[in-house]
Protein backbone atom coordinates (compact mmCIF):
# COMPACT_ATOMS: atom_id res chain seq x y z
CA UNK A 1 0.00 0.00 0.00
CA UNK A 2 1.15 3.54 -0.59
CA UNK A 3 2.10 5.53 2.17
CA UNK A 4 -0.12 8.27 0.51
CA UNK A 5 -3.56 6.45 1.56
CA UNK A 6 -4.09 7.15 5.56
CA UNK A 7 -4.48 4.08 7.12
CA UNK A 8 -7.09 3.16 9.47
CA UNK A 9 -5.05 2.85 12.77
CA UNK A 10 -5.72 -1.36 14.13
CA UNK A 11 -4.73 -3.53 17.20
CA UNK A 12 -2.64 -5.75 16.21
CA UNK A 13 -2.79 -7.07 19.87
CA UNK A 14 -6.63 -7.54 19.60
CA UNK A 15 -6.51 -9.40 16.19
CA UNK A 16 -3.65 -11.61 17.42
CA UNK A 17 -5.48 -12.52 20.80
CA UNK A 18 -8.72 -13.53 18.75
CA UNK A 19 -6.99 -17.08 17.71
CA UNK A 20 -3.58 -17.38 19.00
CA UNK A 21 -1.82 -17.61 22.80
CA UNK A 22 0.79 -17.17 24.78
CA UNK A 23 2.42 -14.71 22.02
CA UNK A 24 3.92 -11.41 22.27
CA UNK A 25 2.66 -8.66 20.40
CA UNK A 26 4.47 -5.14 20.73
CA UNK A 27 4.08 -4.44 24.70
CA UNK A 28 1.27 -7.14 25.04
CA UNK A 29 1.53 -10.35 25.96
CA UNK A 30 -2.30 -12.61 25.04
CA UNK A 31 -3.10 -14.72 27.70
CA UNK A 32 -6.57 -15.89 26.82
CA UNK A 33 -7.72 -16.00 22.88
CA UNK A 34 -11.13 -15.27 22.65
CA UNK A 35 -12.17 -19.46 22.92
CA UNK A 36 -11.46 -19.01 26.77
CA UNK A 37 -12.42 -15.88 27.40
CA UNK A 38 -15.87 -17.00 25.83
CA UNK A 39 -15.95 -20.47 28.06
CA UNK A 40 -15.00 -18.62 31.09
CA UNK A 41 -17.79 -15.88 30.58
CA UNK A 42 -20.39 -18.20 29.77
CA UNK A 43 -19.07 -20.27 33.24
CA UNK A 44 -19.50 -16.73 34.68
CA UNK A 45 -22.74 -16.11 32.99
CA UNK A 46 -24.34 -19.37 34.01
CA UNK A 47 -23.16 -19.30 37.43
CA UNK A 48 -24.07 -15.93 37.98
CA UNK A 49 -28.06 -16.70 36.57
CA UNK A 50 -28.09 -20.07 39.26
CA UNK A 51 -26.73 -17.49 42.14
CA UNK A 52 -29.43 -15.16 41.03
CA UNK A 53 -32.44 -17.94 40.88
CA UNK A 54 -31.07 -19.89 44.03
CA UNK A 55 -30.94 -17.01 46.65
CA UNK A 56 -34.49 -16.07 47.17
CA UNK A 57 -35.19 -20.49 47.47
CA UNK A 58 -32.07 -20.30 49.69
CA UNK A 59 -33.24 -17.82 51.99
CA UNK A 60 -36.35 -15.20 51.48
CA UNK A 61 -34.08 -12.83 52.68
CA UNK A 62 -32.52 -12.46 49.00
CA UNK A 63 -36.31 -12.60 47.57
CA UNK A 64 -36.12 -9.79 46.01
CA UNK A 65 -33.61 -11.53 43.54
CA UNK A 66 -36.72 -13.44 42.07
CA UNK A 67 -38.00 -10.05 40.72
CA UNK A 68 -34.95 -10.15 38.01
CA UNK A 69 -37.06 -13.41 36.39
CA UNK A 70 -40.33 -12.95 37.50
CA UNK A 71 -40.96 -14.60 40.64
CA UNK A 72 -39.77 -17.22 42.68
CA UNK A 73 -42.01 -19.52 40.67
CA UNK A 74 -39.79 -19.41 37.69
CA UNK A 75 -36.93 -19.38 39.82
CA UNK A 76 -37.65 -22.38 40.63
CA UNK A 77 -38.25 -23.61 36.96
CA UNK A 78 -35.30 -21.94 35.58
CA UNK A 79 -32.78 -22.79 38.36
CA UNK A 80 -32.67 -26.75 37.40
CA UNK A 81 -32.00 -25.60 34.08
CA UNK A 82 -29.48 -22.95 34.65
CA UNK A 83 -27.90 -25.40 36.52
CA UNK A 84 -27.72 -27.96 34.03
CA UNK A 85 -26.02 -24.88 31.32
CA UNK A 86 -23.43 -24.32 34.26
CA UNK A 87 -22.39 -27.53 34.69
CA UNK A 88 -21.78 -27.86 30.84
CA UNK A 89 -19.99 -24.59 30.90
CA UNK A 90 -17.81 -26.21 33.41
CA UNK A 91 -17.07 -29.14 31.63
CA UNK A 92 -16.39 -27.57 28.49
CA UNK A 93 -13.79 -25.07 30.78
CA UNK A 94 -12.26 -28.01 32.31
CA UNK A 95 -11.56 -29.76 29.38
CA UNK A 96 -10.11 -26.64 27.96
CA UNK A 97 -7.60 -25.42 30.98
CA UNK A 98 -6.61 -29.00 32.45
CA UNK A 99 -3.17 -29.06 30.61
CA UNK A 100 -2.33 -25.74 32.09
CA UNK A 101 -3.48 -26.44 35.43
CA UNK A 102 -1.74 -30.15 36.14
CA UNK A 103 -0.67 -29.37 39.75
CA UNK A 104 3.11 -29.74 40.76
CA UNK A 105 4.45 -30.75 44.31
CA UNK A 106 5.12 -27.32 44.77
CA UNK A 107 1.56 -25.74 44.08
CA UNK A 108 0.40 -27.76 47.22
CA UNK A 109 2.42 -24.84 48.99
CA UNK A 110 -1.00 -22.63 48.22
CA UNK A 111 -2.55 -24.38 50.51
CA UNK A 112 -0.32 -23.23 53.59
CA UNK A 113 1.19 -20.21 54.03
CA UNK A 114 1.91 -19.05 50.94
CA UNK A 115 -1.45 -18.16 50.06
CA UNK A 116 -1.05 -15.77 53.15
CA UNK A 117 2.29 -14.70 51.63
CA UNK A 118 0.83 -13.77 48.31
CA UNK A 119 -2.26 -12.01 49.57
CA UNK A 120 0.04 -9.60 52.02
CA UNK A 121 2.48 -8.91 48.32
CA UNK A 122 5.23 -10.58 50.34
CA UNK A 123 6.24 -13.01 47.51
CA UNK A 124 8.11 -12.51 44.40
CA UNK A 125 8.82 -15.99 43.26
CA UNK A 126 9.92 -15.87 39.64
CA UNK A 127 8.67 -18.80 38.92
CA UNK A 128 5.77 -18.99 38.54
CA UNK A 129 4.04 -20.52 35.43
CA UNK A 130 1.08 -19.03 33.20
CA UNK A 131 -1.11 -19.81 36.57
CA UNK A 132 -0.13 -20.11 40.23
CA UNK A 133 -0.80 -22.40 42.67
CA UNK A 134 -3.35 -20.65 43.60
CA UNK A 135 -5.25 -20.49 40.54
CA UNK A 136 -4.43 -23.98 39.56
CA UNK A 137 -6.10 -25.40 43.24
CA UNK A 138 -9.11 -22.85 42.22
CA UNK A 139 -9.85 -24.78 38.99
CA UNK A 140 -9.60 -27.82 40.90
CA UNK A 141 -12.16 -26.74 43.56
CA UNK A 142 -14.25 -25.15 40.84
CA UNK A 143 -14.54 -28.81 39.15
CA UNK A 144 -15.53 -30.83 42.27
CA UNK A 145 -17.37 -27.79 42.91
CA UNK A 146 -19.64 -27.98 39.74
CA UNK A 147 -19.93 -31.84 40.12
CA UNK A 148 -21.00 -31.74 43.53
CA UNK A 149 -23.65 -29.09 42.21
CA UNK A 150 -25.22 -31.14 39.98
CA UNK A 151 -24.92 -34.14 41.21
CA UNK A 152 -26.89 -32.93 44.91
CA UNK A 153 -29.17 -30.80 42.50
CA UNK A 154 -29.92 -33.85 40.59
CA UNK A 155 -31.44 -35.36 43.77
CA UNK A 156 -32.90 -32.58 45.20
CA UNK A 157 -34.88 -32.17 41.73
CA UNK A 158 -36.11 -35.78 41.71
CA UNK A 159 -36.60 -36.15 45.57
CA UNK A 160 -38.36 -39.64 45.08
CA UNK A 161 -36.24 -41.28 42.72
CA UNK A 162 -33.97 -41.42 45.22
CA UNK A 163 -34.04 -42.20 48.84
CA UNK A 164 -34.97 -39.98 51.34
CA UNK A 165 -31.85 -40.16 53.22
CA UNK A 166 -29.28 -39.15 50.44
CA UNK A 167 -32.12 -36.89 49.19
CA UNK A 168 -31.76 -34.62 52.87
CA UNK A 169 -27.74 -34.92 52.87
CA UNK A 170 -28.27 -33.92 49.23
CA UNK A 171 -29.38 -30.10 50.86
CA UNK A 172 -26.56 -30.38 52.91
CA UNK A 173 -23.96 -31.15 49.94
CA UNK A 174 -26.05 -28.69 47.38
CA UNK A 175 -25.39 -25.75 50.36
CA UNK A 176 -22.07 -26.39 52.01
CA UNK A 177 -20.77 -27.00 48.08
CA UNK A 178 -22.64 -23.18 47.07
CA UNK A 179 -21.09 -21.30 50.07
CA UNK A 180 -17.55 -22.40 50.10
CA UNK A 181 -18.04 -21.54 45.80
CA UNK A 182 -19.55 -18.34 46.99
CA UNK A 183 -16.99 -16.80 48.69
CA UNK A 184 -14.05 -18.29 46.63
CA UNK A 185 -15.70 -16.43 43.81
CA UNK A 186 -15.82 -13.33 45.90
CA UNK A 187 -12.12 -13.89 46.38
CA UNK A 188 -12.04 -14.26 42.63
CA UNK A 189 -13.52 -11.67 41.31
CA UNK A 190 -11.50 -9.21 43.93
CA UNK A 191 -8.45 -10.70 42.74
CA UNK A 192 -9.55 -10.21 38.95
CA UNK A 193 -10.23 -7.15 39.24
CA UNK A 194 -9.94 -4.44 41.93
CA UNK A 195 -7.02 -5.71 43.60
CA UNK A 196 -4.83 -6.88 40.81
CA UNK A 197 -4.81 -4.12 38.31
CA UNK A 198 -4.34 -5.56 34.50
CA UNK A 199 -5.80 -8.46 35.19
CA UNK A 200 -9.67 -7.64 34.32
CA UNK A 201 -7.47 -6.90 31.11
CA UNK A 202 -6.55 -10.57 30.00
CA UNK A 203 -10.13 -11.81 30.16
CA UNK A 204 -11.51 -8.82 28.12
CA UNK A 205 -9.48 -7.61 25.74
CA UNK A 206 -7.05 -11.15 26.23
CA UNK A 207 -3.98 -9.41 26.96
CA UNK A 208 -1.51 -8.21 29.68
CA UNK A 209 1.41 -5.91 29.95
CA UNK A 210 4.40 -7.04 29.92
CA UNK A 211 5.15 -5.87 33.12
CA UNK A 212 2.38 -7.58 34.25
CA UNK A 213 3.63 -10.71 32.97
CA UNK A 214 6.82 -10.46 34.68
CA UNK A 215 4.86 -9.57 38.16
CA UNK A 216 2.46 -12.04 38.19
CA UNK A 217 3.73 -14.96 36.37
CA UNK A 218 7.41 -14.29 35.60
CA UNK A 219 8.50 -18.15 34.21
CA UNK A 220 5.53 -18.28 31.64
CA UNK A 221 6.41 -14.26 30.91
CA UNK A 222 10.59 -15.95 30.00
CA UNK A 223 9.01 -19.16 28.13
CA UNK A 224 6.65 -16.78 26.02
CA UNK A 225 9.27 -14.05 25.28
CA UNK A 226 12.45 -16.57 24.91
CA UNK A 227 10.56 -18.98 23.18
CA UNK A 228 9.13 -16.19 20.27
CA UNK A 229 13.04 -14.81 20.33
CA UNK A 230 14.35 -18.18 19.53
CA UNK A 231 11.55 -19.52 16.53
CA UNK A 232 12.47 -15.58 15.16
CA UNK A 233 16.15 -16.46 14.84
CA UNK B 1 -56.94 -24.26 49.96
CA UNK B 2 -57.33 -20.22 50.51
CA UNK B 3 -56.26 -18.00 53.39
CA UNK B 4 -58.55 -17.81 55.41
CA UNK B 5 -59.28 -14.37 56.66
CA UNK B 6 -60.75 -15.32 59.89
CA UNK B 7 -57.64 -17.54 61.02
CA UNK B 8 -54.56 -15.77 62.08
CA UNK B 9 -51.61 -17.54 61.05
CA UNK B 10 -49.38 -19.01 63.60
CA UNK B 11 -46.01 -20.32 61.63
CA UNK B 12 -45.34 -19.63 58.18
CA UNK B 13 -43.17 -20.73 55.70
CA UNK B 14 -40.54 -18.55 54.54
CA UNK B 15 -40.71 -16.19 56.99
CA UNK B 16 -37.79 -14.15 57.93
CA UNK B 17 -38.95 -13.04 61.35
CA UNK B 18 -42.72 -13.56 62.62
CA UNK B 19 -45.51 -12.28 61.11
CA UNK B 20 -47.65 -13.57 63.70
CA UNK B 21 -50.48 -10.79 65.24
CA UNK B 22 -51.78 -13.95 68.24
CA UNK B 23 -54.53 -11.17 68.96
CA UNK B 24 -56.73 -14.41 68.93
CA UNK B 25 -56.81 -16.98 70.96
CA UNK B 26 -58.40 -20.03 69.58
CA UNK B 27 -58.20 -23.67 70.73
CA UNK B 28 -55.78 -26.65 68.85
CA UNK B 29 -57.97 -28.35 66.77
CA UNK B 30 -57.18 -32.08 65.93
CA UNK B 31 -59.29 -34.99 64.04
CA UNK B 32 -59.79 -38.20 66.40
CA UNK B 33 -59.11 -41.78 64.37
CA UNK B 34 -60.45 -45.07 66.12
CA UNK B 35 -58.61 -47.87 64.16
CA UNK B 36 -60.39 -50.28 66.15
CA UNK B 37 -63.94 -49.25 64.97
CA UNK B 38 -63.00 -48.37 61.15
CA UNK B 39 -64.95 -50.75 59.15
CA UNK B 40 -63.17 -49.60 55.66
CA UNK B 41 -66.30 -48.38 54.22
CA UNK B 42 -63.99 -45.36 52.23
CA UNK B 43 -67.24 -42.64 52.80
CA UNK B 44 -64.12 -40.21 53.64
CA UNK B 45 -62.50 -41.14 50.67
CA UNK B 46 -65.26 -40.24 49.00
CA UNK B 47 -66.49 -37.14 50.68
CA UNK B 48 -62.65 -36.04 51.02
CA UNK B 49 -62.81 -35.92 46.87
CA UNK B 50 -66.20 -34.47 46.75
CA UNK B 51 -65.94 -31.89 49.07
CA UNK B 52 -62.50 -30.61 47.70
CA UNK B 53 -63.43 -30.79 44.01
CA UNK B 54 -60.58 -33.27 43.00
CA UNK B 55 -60.37 -35.55 40.09
CA UNK B 56 -61.01 -38.68 39.83
CA UNK B 57 -58.08 -41.08 39.21
CA UNK B 58 -57.89 -44.32 38.06
CA UNK B 59 -57.63 -47.00 41.44
CA UNK B 60 -55.08 -49.70 41.74
CA UNK B 61 -55.58 -52.69 42.64
CA UNK B 62 -52.54 -53.85 45.25
CA UNK B 63 -54.36 -57.49 46.24
CA UNK B 64 -56.12 -55.47 49.48
CA UNK B 65 -59.57 -53.29 49.66
CA UNK B 66 -57.34 -50.11 49.37
CA UNK B 67 -58.03 -47.55 46.91
CA UNK B 68 -54.39 -46.78 45.24
CA UNK B 69 -50.89 -47.53 47.07
CA UNK B 70 -50.29 -44.74 48.54
CA UNK B 71 -51.72 -41.11 48.53
CA UNK B 72 -52.05 -39.14 45.93
CA UNK B 73 -52.22 -35.33 44.51
CA UNK B 74 -55.68 -35.97 43.89
CA UNK B 75 -56.44 -38.56 46.84
CA UNK B 76 -55.84 -36.93 49.94
CA UNK B 77 -57.38 -39.49 52.31
CA UNK B 78 -56.79 -42.84 52.01
CA UNK B 79 -58.00 -46.11 54.13
CA UNK B 80 -54.59 -47.81 54.46
CA UNK B 81 -55.31 -51.84 55.04
CA UNK B 82 -53.07 -54.25 56.35
CA UNK B 83 -53.33 -57.60 57.22
CA UNK B 84 -51.39 -58.93 60.47
CA UNK B 85 -50.62 -62.55 61.79
CA UNK B 86 -50.05 -62.51 65.49
CA UNK B 87 -49.86 -64.93 68.38
CA UNK B 88 -53.17 -64.01 69.31
CA UNK B 89 -54.84 -63.98 66.09
CA UNK B 90 -55.29 -61.84 63.13
CA UNK B 91 -55.39 -58.94 63.12
CA UNK B 92 -57.09 -56.48 60.08
CA UNK B 93 -55.96 -52.93 60.18
CA UNK B 94 -57.93 -50.04 58.32
CA UNK B 95 -56.29 -46.75 58.86
CA UNK B 96 -57.26 -43.51 57.46
CA UNK B 97 -54.19 -41.94 56.00
CA UNK B 98 -53.60 -37.86 55.56
CA UNK B 99 -51.52 -35.22 56.60
CA UNK B 100 -51.22 -35.17 60.23
CA UNK B 101 -51.38 -31.75 60.85
CA UNK B 102 -48.21 -31.59 62.85
CA UNK B 103 -47.90 -28.86 66.03
CA UNK B 104 -44.05 -28.73 64.57
CA UNK B 105 -44.75 -29.30 60.63
CA UNK B 106 -41.30 -30.89 59.03
CA UNK B 107 -43.11 -29.15 55.81
CA UNK B 108 -43.67 -26.28 56.75
CA UNK B 109 -39.59 -26.03 58.06
CA UNK B 110 -38.60 -27.28 54.66
CA UNK B 111 -40.75 -24.85 52.19
CA UNK B 112 -38.81 -21.78 50.96
CA UNK B 113 -41.76 -19.97 49.69
CA UNK B 114 -42.79 -17.39 52.08
CA UNK B 115 -46.54 -17.97 53.25
CA UNK B 116 -46.84 -21.45 51.09
CA UNK B 117 -47.37 -23.33 54.16
CA UNK B 118 -48.98 -22.03 56.77
CA UNK B 119 -50.04 -22.87 60.79
CA UNK B 120 -53.10 -21.56 61.69
CA UNK B 121 -54.16 -20.75 65.06
CA UNK B 122 -55.66 -23.60 65.40
CA UNK B 123 -52.23 -25.57 64.44
CA UNK B 124 -54.11 -26.85 61.06
CA UNK B 125 -51.37 -26.74 58.73
CA UNK B 126 -52.24 -25.55 55.13
CA UNK B 127 -51.20 -24.86 51.39
CA UNK B 128 -51.32 -22.01 49.62
CA UNK B 129 -51.16 -22.89 45.84
CA UNK B 130 -50.84 -19.56 44.67
CA UNK B 131 -47.82 -19.58 46.33
CA UNK B 132 -46.37 -22.86 46.24
CA UNK B 133 -43.46 -23.00 43.68
CA UNK B 134 -43.26 -26.67 43.14
CA UNK B 135 -39.72 -27.39 44.84
CA UNK B 136 -40.80 -30.45 46.34
CA UNK B 137 -38.69 -29.55 49.65
CA UNK B 138 -41.91 -30.06 51.85
CA UNK B 139 -41.55 -34.02 51.10
CA UNK B 140 -38.50 -33.86 52.40
CA UNK B 141 -39.49 -32.55 55.13
CA UNK B 142 -42.27 -34.33 55.92
CA UNK B 143 -41.72 -37.46 58.78
CA UNK B 144 -44.99 -39.18 57.36
CA UNK B 145 -44.31 -38.98 53.50
CA UNK B 146 -47.67 -36.96 52.97
CA UNK B 147 -46.94 -33.92 50.44
CA UNK B 148 -47.48 -34.81 46.92
CA UNK B 149 -46.30 -33.74 43.56
CA UNK B 150 -49.21 -32.65 41.28
CA UNK B 151 -48.09 -33.31 37.70
CA UNK B 152 -50.13 -31.06 35.64
CA UNK B 153 -50.58 -28.29 38.44
CA UNK B 154 -46.72 -28.16 39.67
CA UNK B 155 -48.18 -27.30 43.04
CA UNK B 156 -48.01 -29.13 46.14
CA UNK B 157 -51.54 -30.73 47.59
CA UNK B 158 -52.17 -32.44 50.53
CA UNK B 159 -55.28 -32.65 53.04
CA UNK B 160 -56.06 -28.99 54.86
CA UNK B 161 -58.18 -30.59 57.45
CA UNK B 162 -60.98 -28.86 55.11
CA UNK B 163 -59.83 -25.70 56.67
CA UNK B 164 -62.72 -24.01 54.53
CA UNK B 165 -65.12 -26.12 56.58
CA UNK B 166 -63.27 -25.65 60.18
CA UNK B 167 -63.17 -21.67 59.61
CA UNK B 168 -66.91 -21.24 59.41
CA UNK B 169 -67.41 -24.02 62.21
CA UNK B 170 -68.25 -26.89 60.17
CA UNK B 171 -66.33 -30.20 61.33
CA UNK B 172 -64.59 -31.58 58.32
CA UNK B 173 -65.76 -33.90 55.15
CA UNK B 174 -64.36 -36.93 56.27
CA UNK B 175 -65.60 -36.87 59.68
CA UNK B 176 -68.71 -35.27 58.42
CA UNK B 177 -69.79 -38.86 56.54
CA UNK B 178 -68.29 -41.10 59.02
CA UNK B 179 -70.95 -43.69 59.70
CA UNK B 180 -69.58 -45.34 62.75
CA UNK B 181 -68.36 -42.77 64.73
CA UNK B 182 -64.61 -44.19 64.26
CA UNK B 183 -63.86 -40.44 63.32
CA UNK B 184 -64.27 -37.19 65.33
CA UNK B 185 -63.67 -33.83 65.15
CA UNK B 186 -63.22 -31.20 68.29
CA UNK B 187 -60.33 -29.58 70.47
CA UNK B 188 -57.37 -31.24 70.57
CA UNK B 189 -57.94 -31.67 74.39
CA UNK B 190 -61.25 -32.90 74.23
CA UNK B 191 -59.66 -35.49 71.33
CA UNK B 192 -57.12 -36.73 73.19
CA UNK B 193 -59.18 -37.34 76.21
CA UNK B 194 -61.46 -38.95 74.11
CA UNK B 195 -58.45 -41.39 73.01
CA UNK B 196 -57.43 -41.77 76.35
CA UNK B 197 -60.83 -42.99 77.35
CA UNK B 198 -61.10 -45.47 74.31
CA UNK B 199 -57.30 -47.01 75.07
CA UNK B 200 -58.43 -47.48 78.19
CA UNK B 201 -61.48 -49.66 77.20
CA UNK B 202 -59.46 -51.14 74.79
CA UNK B 203 -56.98 -52.17 77.24
CA UNK B 204 -60.06 -53.89 79.71
CA UNK B 205 -60.56 -55.57 76.64
CA UNK B 206 -57.56 -57.19 76.31
CA UNK B 207 -55.32 -55.45 74.43
CA UNK B 208 -52.96 -54.53 76.72
CA UNK B 209 -50.62 -52.08 74.03
CA UNK B 210 -53.70 -50.14 72.93
CA UNK B 211 -52.19 -46.10 72.53
CA UNK B 212 -53.25 -43.06 71.45
CA UNK B 213 -50.64 -41.92 68.46
CA UNK B 214 -49.85 -38.60 69.14
CA UNK B 215 -45.98 -38.67 68.89
CA UNK B 216 -43.94 -36.31 70.56
CA UNK B 217 -41.33 -36.44 68.63
CA UNK B 218 -42.98 -33.39 66.17
CA UNK B 219 -44.57 -32.42 69.44
CA UNK B 220 -48.09 -34.03 69.16
CA UNK B 221 -50.06 -33.82 65.98
CA UNK B 222 -53.51 -32.20 64.87
CA UNK B 223 -54.75 -36.54 64.00
CA UNK B 224 -54.78 -39.18 67.05
CA UNK B 225 -55.28 -42.09 66.62
CA UNK B 226 -56.00 -44.68 68.56
CA UNK B 227 -54.52 -47.68 67.73
CA UNK B 228 -55.36 -51.37 68.90
CA UNK B 229 -51.89 -52.40 68.62
CA UNK B 230 -49.77 -49.65 70.19
CA UNK B 231 -46.41 -51.59 70.38
CA UNK B 232 -46.92 -51.91 66.26
CA UNK B 233 -47.34 -48.85 64.74
CA UNK B 234 -45.54 -49.83 61.69
CA UNK B 235 -48.17 -52.77 61.35
CA UNK B 236 -50.69 -49.35 60.83
CA UNK B 237 -47.78 -47.97 58.32
CA UNK B 238 -46.97 -45.30 61.07
CA UNK B 239 -43.60 -44.08 62.18
CA UNK B 240 -42.39 -45.73 65.72
CA UNK B 241 -40.32 -41.91 66.83
CA UNK B 242 -41.47 -39.72 64.08
CA UNK B 243 -39.22 -36.33 63.45
CA UNK B 244 -38.40 -33.37 61.66
CA UNK B 245 -35.13 -34.70 59.90
CA UNK B 246 -32.70 -33.45 61.82
CA UNK B 247 -30.65 -32.58 58.51
CA UNK B 248 -33.21 -30.59 57.34
CA UNK B 249 -33.31 -28.62 60.67
CA UNK B 250 -29.66 -28.34 60.20
CA UNK B 251 -29.32 -26.53 56.66
CA UNK B 252 -32.56 -24.52 57.45
CA UNK B 253 -31.73 -22.69 60.74
CA UNK B 254 -28.10 -23.15 61.25
CA UNK B 255 -26.59 -24.08 58.02
CA UNK B 256 -28.07 -21.20 55.73
CA UNK B 257 -27.61 -18.05 58.01
CA UNK B 258 -23.99 -19.02 59.01
CA UNK B 259 -23.70 -19.31 54.78
CA UNK B 260 -24.54 -16.53 54.29
CA UNK B 261 -22.44 -14.82 56.98
CA UNK B 262 -19.86 -16.70 55.00
CA UNK B 263 -20.30 -15.01 52.04
CA UNK B 264 -21.15 -11.63 53.21
CA UNK B 265 -17.99 -11.91 55.14
CA UNK B 266 -15.90 -12.29 52.13
CA UNK B 267 -16.96 -9.47 50.79
CA UNK B 268 -16.43 -7.44 53.74
CA UNK B 269 -12.82 -9.23 54.19
CA UNK B 270 -11.92 -8.12 50.30
CA UNK B 271 -12.77 -4.88 51.44
CA UNK B 272 -10.77 -4.83 54.64
CA UNK B 273 -7.98 -6.21 52.62
CA UNK B 274 -8.18 -3.72 49.94
CA UNK B 275 -8.57 -1.29 52.65
CA UNK B 276 -5.22 -2.54 54.24
CA UNK B 277 -2.82 -3.56 51.33
CA UNK B 278 -4.39 -1.78 48.23
CA UNK B 279 -4.08 -3.10 44.72
CA UNK B 280 -0.98 -4.69 43.38
CA UNK B 281 0.18 -1.68 41.23
CA UNK B 282 2.57 -3.12 38.16
CA UNK B 283 6.01 -1.66 39.16
CA UNK B 284 7.42 0.74 36.67
CA UNK B 285 4.50 1.20 34.71
CA UNK B 286 1.05 1.86 33.99
CA UNK B 287 -1.26 -1.40 34.13
CA UNK B 288 -3.94 -0.71 31.03
CA UNK B 289 -2.07 -2.19 27.69
CA UNK B 290 -1.23 0.63 25.45
CA UNK B 291 -3.12 0.06 22.42
CA UNK B 292 -0.76 -1.18 19.42
CA UNK B 293 -1.15 1.24 16.61
CA UNK B 294 0.27 -0.14 13.24
CA UNK B 295 3.80 -0.11 12.23
CA UNK B 296 5.55 1.89 10.07
Known amino acids: MSAATPQRPFDTAIVAARHREDVVVGNELVRHRLASRVIHWSVAVTFFACVFTGMPIWTPVFGWMAHLFGGLTVCRLLHPWLGVAFFLASGVMFVHWIADMRLEPRDKEWLGPKALAYMRYETDDPDVGKYNGGQKLFFWAAGLGAVGLLLSGLLIWFPRAFPKLLVELSFLIHDVTFILFAVAIVLHIYLGTAAEPGTFGSMIRGTVTREWARLHHARWYREIVSGQENRRR | ?296
Not at chain 2, 6 to 25: F, H, K, P, T
Not at chain 2, 128 to 135: A, R
Not at chain 2, 176 to 192: E, H, I, N, R
Open chain 2, 1 to 296: MSVQQNLEIRRSSGAVWGSLSGMRSVPTVSKYIDTTTCIGCKACEAACIEWNDLRHIATEQTGTYQTLPTLHAEYWNLIRFNERDFDGGLAWLMRKDQCMHCEEPGCLTACPAPGAIVQYANGIVDVNPDQCIGCRYCETGCPFDVPRFHQTTGKMAKCTLCVDRVSVGLEPACIKACPTGCLQFGTKDDMVALGLRRVDQLKGNGFTHATLYNPEGVHGTGVVTVLAHGDHPEWYDLPADPHVPLLVKFWKSILRPLGGIAIFGAVIGAFAHYTRFGPREVKGADATPERNLPEA
